[in-house]
């Protein structure tokens, strides 16, 4: 909010500091997700998009340590579906580390077991959460962001669990479509996250009515479908499919994917 | 939308406020858009005090930044066993703060069988005080001292447990904001040592009927969302609602068959915008005259599809 005087120099160093995220997720993020971009996830009702968006931030907020691979990043999520759940992401934490000490081949199991807990505490401290129970909160809250990147350099990812939640009441004054909705909020998204390099990555409950339409603000299309088991992902180059299954410790990725030329979708 | 006023701050006067009105600037989000060179202009304030009712407007209306290292903590103080051993091993602890649960089933299925026994047995700890909205007017006092008597309990005992469920009956929706605005004022009161940890509103398609794409409910089905969440998440405390199924196909005419089979043609009522709302939803199922199945539906924490049994007599729920 405040106008600052910094010089280049300053600015650059300001702008680099934030850490990448770079192997977030290798299946879903081919070399990303870069620093500036915007990843939708959208399903339906328990299709696993909570889910999902929590195992990334699980990711996201670990230590490269060992085999661990986290980015080491700290991340905001603006909380208005109320369905993130704590205990779910330390869950799925511990699973990243145990699935990480099964590649390494570190002998003192005790030390790591030590290690583990201290480890996810510490790692919690790079999550900040902010929770909104209505639309004006949490329009004010996204226009809140400059304030809160500024001050926390290590913030590298904003979630957003969900976008749409507080459509209805919106819907009260005057009417729009949720695609118009959402269009409207990413563009208040896109004036706050951009200039400080950070991504982000949001939930939609709805379908969108006109896919075409958003491509060009959206890097990552990320569509649950729960009944036939498949993940889509759309990029501006390329249409995937991925089978997966929720398990009790996250989302597993099966590897037998297919990757269609972004043309034949199109039909 | 929240109107400017002088309760803001009090650099920003009546007088001034009308000024703003006058330039279409009326709520604290047209505010913040506002470009400060142009409320300087429209104000007559200094850009030190523009930016400091900015602030100010953050502070009062915006979101509040929590750190999850210590969420964590509050979270895993804040479990409440229902002392039913299956659905607290289900629940994996007990009800969690929060969490909006929700327990489904057809009529005469259980349902406010099981929420008495929840509702009593958390009310048998000192410290614990249970909200129990009626939207039905059937919460029977005297099926609570039942159950209270089975448990062998003194009179003085049940005396404080009945104390300790404080019951309210809604006969509209109106009235059931009503009551949940006014239990957001009475949680700020309460004590540390003996407070609200369960709210249950037994049932909610008692004052909401919902069966066609009717916008209007659907956005009082989000407000009442957003009301839920609050008092869970603000006053540490989970909420338990109930609700009926929908849609349910011959195949229950046949008798007990696969859960997953009847799962397809079920559905919870209350529409669609209701179905991701609950954190927990969990599903009561008959199986003869006094048996029931309890199961997780669905879950954002727990795992799907885990079950457990239970009995209905006069001495409460009876888990085998």
């Known amino acids: 909010m405040q106008s600052q005087i910094e010089s280049g120099i300053e600015l650059l160093a300001r702008l680099n500091k934030r850490p990448s995220l770079r192997g977030l997720e290798d299946i879903l993020f081919f070399e990303g997700p870069r620093s500036t971009d915007i990843i939708e996830i959208s399903g339906e009702q328990s299709s696993g998009k909570t889910l999902l968006l929590s195992q990334l931030l699980a990711k996201c907020i670990l230590p490269n340590y060992r085999e661990i691979r986290g980015c080491n990043a700290s991340a905001v999520l603006i909380n208005t579906e109320h369905h993130f759940q704590i205990s779910k992401l330390i869950r799925l934490m511990r699973n990243i580390i145990n699935a990480a000490n099964t590649v390494s081949f570190t002998t003192d199991t005790v030390d790591m077991e030590f290690d583990e807990t201290a480890v996810i505490k510490n790692s919690l401290r790079n999550l900040l959460v902010i929770d909104c129970y209505n639309s004006e909160q949490f329009a004010l809250t996204l226009r809140m962001l400059d304030d809160i990147f500024v001050k926390h350099t290590k913030i590298a990812l904003l979630a957003i669990d969900s976008i749409t939640a507080h459509y209805w009441q919106n819907c009260q004054d005057n009417f729009i479509t949720v695609d118009a909705y959402v269009k409207n909020l990413l563009q208040l998204v896109r004036t706050h996250t951009a200039q400080f390099n950070v991504a982000t990555i949001y939930t939609k409950l709805y379908k969108s009515i006109n896919n075409k339409e958003l491509t060009d603000d959206i890097n990552y299309r990320i569509r649950l479908c729960k009944t036939c088991n498949t993940c889509t992902l759309k990029t501006t180059q390329t249409v995937k499919k991925i089978y997966y299954s929720i398990l009790s410790n996250g989302i597993k990725w099966k590897m037998d994917e297919k990757e269609i030329p972004v043309k034949e979708e199109n039909n | ?320």
Request: charged share 20%.
């Open chain 2, 1 to 320: 939308m929240t109107k400017l006023s002088t309760a803001i701050n009090s650099k920003l006067s009546s007088t001034m406020i009308e000024k703003l009105e006058r330039q279409k600037i009326c709520t604290v989000v047209q505010f913040i858009d506002e470009d400060s060179e142009n409320l300087i202009k429209f104000t007559g304030l200094l850009l030190k005090d523009i930016l400091e009712i900015k602030q100010n407007i953050f502070k009062q209306f915006g979101g509040v930044i929590k750190n999850t290292f210590e969420l964590l903590e509050i979270e895993q103080n804040n479990i409440v066993p229902t002392n039913l051993s299956s659905l607290d091993n289900l629940l994996e602890g007990g009800l969690y703060y929060g969490q909006i649960y929700e327990i489904c089933g057809i009529s005469s299925s259980g349902k406010t069988q099981l929420c008495f026994a929840i509702a009593t047995n958390i009310a048998l700890s000192a410290n614990n005080i249970v909200r129990y909205i009626d939207t039905k007017r059937d919460f029977c006092g005297s099926r609570i001292e039942q159950i209270l008597l089975k448990k062998n309990c003194s009179k003085q005992v049940i005396d404080e447990v009945m104390d300790r469920i404080k019951v309210c009956c809604v006969y509209s929706i109106h009235q059931l904001f009503k009551v949940l605005y006014w239990l957001i004022d009475s949680l700020k009161e309460e004590d540390v040592g003996c407070r609200t940890r369960i709210v249950i509103i037994d049932s909610l398609p008692g004052v909401i009927f919902k069966s066609s794409k009717d916008k209007k409910i659907t956005i009082t089905l989000n407000h009442l969302a957003n009301v839920c969440h609050y008092i869970a998440k603000e006053y540490y405390l989970s909420i338990v609602t109930v609700n009926l199924i929908a849609e349910w196909s011959s195949a229950i005419q046949e008798g007990p068959c696969t859960c997953s089979k009847k799962n397809c043609n079920a559905r919870p009522t209350l529409g669609k915008y209701w179905l991701h709302i609950p954190n927990t939803r969990l599903l009561l199922e008959k199986i003869g005259v006094e048996n029931r199945k309890l199961s997780i539906w669905n879950s954002f924490q727990l795992e799907a599809n885990l079950a457990c049994t239970l009995t209905i007599s006069d001495c409460g729920i009876l888990f085998p």
